[in-house]
């Protein structure tokens, strides 16, 4: 991995599929939002699930440290930084309600309630599509970085222990944002229905491309 702790190898050529995913994903939920009429809720429920398999990748990684990590910390700092990457599960739950049952249901747009209930339900072509490349993503990572190459001594242990990240921000600013963006653009005689998202959407991939371009 790289020496200033980032999620990729000193081999440059290892940041690809990442940015690929980073591009690839955010251009087909713009695609998904313009063409589709997608309002906030699949992006919104698709930034949970992803959190969610980074949570468990990221706890499985710690388990697959537990023996390195014995040798030069006590058991009561190694199960402590557990107990903290378990915390995400917690916040993940509190923003599950949210998501699903305030922006599925309760602010959902107009005529939008069966396309969210179709979309939890995976029943969202593109929505799919977009999971699916994730995991593979997340699950070449792992078998890269965990098994395949290991280099335990330079894994992002604060990261990985972290209960609140990079990513995990993007859902606050980028409701601040989108919200900014709505009250904003009307005054400039730019109203769309889209600008909630696309605040949201900036402030999101803007995270993920810095994610990558850090390392």
Same mark, same amino acid.
């Given at each position: 991995?790289?020496?200033k702790g980032?999620?990729l190898?000193?081999?440059r050529?290892y940041?690809?599929?990442p940015?690929v995913?980073?591009l !690839?994903s955010n251009?087909m939920?713009?695609?998904g939002i313009v063409? %589709?009429?997608w309002? +906030?809720f699949?992006? /919104?429920?698709? #930034?949970?699930w992803?959190?969610?398999i ?8 710690l388990?697959r440290?537990r023996?390195?990590l014995?040798r030069?910390?006590?058991e009561?700092?190694?199960?402590e930084?557990e107990?903290?990457a378990k ?9 599950f309600?949210?998501i699903v049952v305030?922006?599925g249901?309760?602010f959902?747009?107009?005529g939008?309630a069966?396309?969210? !209930?179709?979309t ?5 072509q593109v929505?799919? %599509?977009?999971?699916? +490349?994730?995991?593979a /993503?997340?699950? #070449?990572?792992f078998?890269?970085?965990y098994y395949?190459?290991p280099h335990?001594?330079?894994a992002?242990?604060?990261q ?5 990240d990079?990513?995990s921000?993007v859902?606050?600013?980028?409701l601040?944002i ?11 005689n730019?109203?769309t229905e889209?600008?909630?998202?696309f ?8 995270v993920?491309l ?6």
């Amino acid at each position: 991995m790289s020496e200033k702790g980032g999620l990729l190898p000193e081999n440059r050529n290892y940041a690809v599929p990442p940015l690929v995913y980073a591009l !690839v994903s955010n251009a087909m939920q713009i695609y998904g939002i313009v063409v %589709l009429g997608w309002h +906030f809720f699949p992006i /919104l429920y698709l #930034w949970w699930w992803e959190e969610l398999i980074l949570s468990i990748f990221g706890f499985w990684a710690l388990k697959r440290l537990r023996a390195s990590l014995l040798r030069e910390s006590t058991e009561l700092e190694v199960n402590e930084g557990e107990k903290s990457a378990k915390t995400r599960f917690f916040l993940l739950a509190v923003y599950f309600v949210f998501i699903v049952v305030l922006a599925g249901f309760m602010f959902a747009p107009d005529g939008t309630a069966i396309q969210n !209930v179709l979309t939890i339900f995976f029943r969202n072509q593109v929505f799919n %599509l977009n999971l699916l +490349f994730f995991v593979a /993503l997340q699950s #070449w990572l792992f078998w890269r970085d965990y098994y395949h190459n290991p280099h335990y001594e330079s894994a992002p242990l604060e990261q990985l222990r972290s209960t609140f990240d990079a990513r995990s921000a993007v859902i606050h600013a980028g409701l601040l944002i989108g919200a900014f963006l709505s009250y904003l653009l009307p005054k400039f005689n730019l109203q769309t229905e889209h600008a909630f998202m696309f605040g949201f959407m900036a402030v999101k991939m803007l995270v993920e491309l810095w994610q990558r371009k850090k390392v």
